[in-house]
């Protein structure tokens, strides 16, 4: 064995070692690139929840709706938001900024009141 194999085995843990730290500092390591985290990180601001509707079933027996990955039916709460009804492509909440619709193709409309002109 030559004199060069313990160092040659000393760089490559070294090596390893970094790039592992690296990861872990990173997250996931084995989180696709560009993917976020959920949550944003320990100091993050806390952001709108995003809506994403992933399908629903409707049938003669229920409805349901799989909303972020959660499956929930008219009436319960996900996130701080009431489901009033759901639709074969659409369901609509009812959070504490007032009634929106979520769509299967990612869209959210949120329903605004209208305003009432006071008589001058």
Known sequence: MSRAAP???ALI????GSVFNAALAAGDPTRPPGLRAPG???GAPAARPRWRL???LISP???SAMINGRTV???QRINGARVLSIQPAMVR???KHGEFN???HGRVRIHKKPTVKQPS
């Not at 843990?13 to 390893?16: G, M, N, P, R, T």
């Open 102 to 104: 979520i769509y299967l």
């Open 93 to 95: 909440l009812r959070g």
């Open 7 to 9: 160092v040659i085995a």
């Open 73 to 75: 039916v008219v009436g």
């Open 54 to 56: 992933n399908a629903t």
């Open 40 to 42: 944003g990180g320990a």
């Open 61 to 63: 027996e229920r409805r």
């Open 13 to 16: 843990l070294f090596a390893s």
